[in-house]
Every structure is written in C-alpha cells, then in structure tokens.
C-alpha cells in the first residue's frame, strides 16, 4: 500500500463571518472536499450542549427555582420560628425579585419590614453600586446581580439565583431556613430537584451556606494553587494522577465532568488545539449566541472525496453519552436523538479511517454535509468569543483558521489566545 504523507499548512484565506460553518460554506461553493478536524466536531458539540444546558435552565430549573421562593416566603410567614424578622425579610426579598419587584403582602406585625425589604430588592435590580444591605446589614457588591445578555428576557431568574447564591446565612438564618423546608414537602420536593438538576449538569459545592450551591468546577481546583494560571495546567492536571481529579474524570458525576474527560480523550489522542478551543467554549456561559439560522435546500452533491481526522473514536463515544443525558432528561428530544445518532455515524466513520478502510460514497457524502447537519440540529453558527476564566486569565477564541491536508480537503482549527 503506498502511504501517502498528510500535510496540513494554513491558508491565506479569509471568511466572510469567521465560523467553521463559514469555511465549509465555502468548500461547497468552490467544490472541494471537506476535512472533518477534531476542531470542527468539538466546537459543534460544545455549542450543542450549552443551548441544551440553556434549554434545561429555561424549562426545568427556572419555574422550579422561582416556585421555590415563592412557597419559602409563604412557609415563613405561616410558620412559627424565634427570631425570624431577618428570616421572613430574607425569604421576601426573594419572592419580590421572582416577581420582577411587584408588591407582595407582608404579614401583620411585620410591617416595619417593609421598607428594609423594598430597598433591599431595589438594589438588586439596580444593580449599580456596593452598599451595606438593608436586610443582611453586611457590605453587598450589588453590581454582581446585572444580568447578563443571555438572561435580559428572565431578569426575574438571574436575579433570584444569583441572590441565593450570594448571600451567606448566619446561624439563625440557617437554622429558620431549613426548618422552614423541613416543615414543607412541596418545598422539601422541590429543592430536592434543584439540586438534582445542579448535581447532574453543573454539580454543586458541597460545604455551601446560602440558600443554593454555587458550583466550583475541576478547573477551580485546578487553578487554585497557579500563581499565574495557564491553559496548561488543566491539560498537566487531566494528564496527572490527581486522585480528585481522575475520581471525577472516571466516575462523571455531572455534565461538565463529560467536559473533562472529552478533554482528556482529545489530549489522549493528539488534538492539543481542539482541546482548548472546547475548554474555551466549556467556560462561555453567559453570552450564548441565540440567532437560529435558517438552512437552505442541499444542492447535489457533486463532490467525491472528503476527509477526517484519526484517533477521535474515544472522544465520540463520551460525546454521545454527554448528549444522552439530555435525551433522559428534556420531554420532545428529537434534537438529543438526532445528536447522538450524528454522532454514531461519525464515529463510524471514524473508526474506518483508523483501520485504513475506505470511506464508502455514503460516508463522503456525510462528511461533506456534516456542517449542514450540525447547523440544522443545532441552530447556531459558532463565534469568536473572550471568557475571564479567573482574575489572571482570559481565553479568547478567534475566527478558526483554515487549514487543508495534502489531499485536497479543508477544514477547519481554533485559533486560541490567552492573556490577562
């Protein structure tokens, strides 16, 4: 068999709107083979997941955090706890920001609250300045609850989580809280599911004193002891016998360990670049892109050739396990279905490639319309985009360059940049 030497060298080519979408728009138009890049299929399957995540926040977490609040409040004020003028001003100040700061009824006996409760919520929702909190009597960095772009059409729940998420109990405050849930099965049901679902697609900090967890990912812990922190700590740190580490990458207790050890299996495997474009993409949370993008009729193919990368089967086959955990989880999950079974033949195809087996005509058509495929399953193109991942790192991912192998085919690779 005679071997042919695969050489892959950046082209001088520009994009009209930097996306891999772009670029394989463009293979089509010119009529030149695609080359499916470990690069490619991760970006797709980051962008895949955080509009599913997003899908699960929106229609599961949302209306169970909100009721949550809503019925605390109500608990509070109906049952009997010492000292629980904070407790009921507390709890209110949630359910005022659940409705967006429309008035709610304070008990009788209680209304002296009502002024602490209003300005309390006010700053929240002004979000402009540090100040000491009315209800918490604590210095607050009200500029933390500015919502974001992403939730500008649910102010209400950004608000509430990051309220709960932010203020420490005291004692008291504590003890009255989780009396009053304790008291309550609906409430006891439904912080129950809140912390499911954070457990199962975020995970959740364990030792945590407010009324909701925040989460610290592996990369917190990873980057906890990085006097300056690098990109290259989390690849030393899944290449690494840390114990806290391989616990999480070989037992996946939440969709963001899938995160993980897709990185691992990408680093495995040779594709250092690919790995830290998703890592990039894992971290963007609060500026997903939301246009939906319309795809127009597929023209006959006409192309006859097309290529992948080696040695992704691995990375493939934790990807379709990501992707069936929203399967089991979101009702009508045509979309879940569809990803995994895109992947499977991916992966197939794949796996011919690694055993030197010829792609079939079926195979090269596939490949060729793989972009087609992600954008109607996904409904977004990917782009660039900047994450503060700690206070000394930013990741940036640019435009994807282009790239092409000696055969003919082209594809695409992140183009990554760190600093400050």
Not at 376 to 401: C, M, Y
């Amino acid at each position: 068999m005679k071997t042919i030497i695969l050489l892959i060298f950046t082209s001088l080519f520009t994009w009209a709107n930097g996306s891999f979408y772009d670029l394989y728009a463009q293979n089509r138009t010119n009529n030149k083979p695609n080359l499916i890049t470990a690069d490619f299929i991760a970006s797709a399957y980051a962008t895949y997941k955080l509009s599913r995540e997003q899908e699960v926040e929106q229609k599961v977490l949302r209306p169970r955090v909100l009721n949550f609040v809503n019925y605390l409040y109500q608990g509070v004020t109906e049952i009997n706890i010492p000292n629980k003028e904070q407790t009921l001003a507390y709890t209110a100040v949630l359910s005022l920001l659940a409705k967006n700061g429309q008035n709610i009824i304070i008990p009788d006996g209680y209304e002296p609250l009502a002024k602490s409760i209003q300005q309390e919520a006010q700053l929240v929702i002004n979000a402009n300045t540090v100040a000491i909190s009315p209800v918490m009597h604590v210095r607050i960095d009200y500029r933390a609850f500015r919502v974001p772009s992403k939730y500008s059409h649910t102010p209400a729940y950004y608000r509430v989580m990051r309220y709960a998420q932010t203020i420490q109990f005291n004692p008291t405050l504590a003890k009255n809280i989780k009396q009053t849930i304790k008291a309550s099965e609906r409430l006891s049901n439904l912080n129950r599911h809140i912390k499911t679902i954070l457990s199962q697609f975020i995970g959740v900090e364990k030792k945590s004193n407010t009324l909701i967890s925040t989460y610290k990912g592996l990369d917190y812990y990873i980057f906890k002891s990085s006097k300056k922190p690098s990109i290259n700590d989390i690849a030393k740190a899944i290449k690494s016998k840390n114990p806290f580490i391989q616990k999480h990458l070989l037992n996946l207790y939440s969709s963001y360990d899938y995160d993980f050890k897709i990185m691992q299996t990408l680093l495995k495997n040779g594709h250092t670049n690919a790995f830290k474009g998703y890592y990039t993409l894992s971290q963007y949370r609060n500026m997903l892109y939301r246009t939906r993008y319309k795809t127009k009729a597929m023209h006959q193919e006409s192309r006859t050739k097309a290529n992948i990368e080696t040695n992704l089967e691995e990375t493939l086959s934790v990807m379709i396990e990501g992707a069936l955990v929203f399967s089991n989880t979101i009702n009508n999950n045509t979309i879940d279905k569809n990803m995994v079974l895109t992947l499977k033949e991916l992966r197939k195809i794949a796996q011919k490639k690694s055993m030197n087996m010829p792609l079939s005509i079926l195979d090269i058509k596939f490949l060729n319309s793989l972009d087609l495929i992600f954008l109607e399953l996904i409904g977004v193109k990917d782009r660039p985009i900047s994450v503060k991942v700690t206070n000394g790192l930013r990741e940036q991912l640019l435009a994807p360059k282009f790239v092409g192998f000696g055969d003919g085919s082209w594809g695409g690779r992140f183009v990554c940049r760190e600093g400050r």
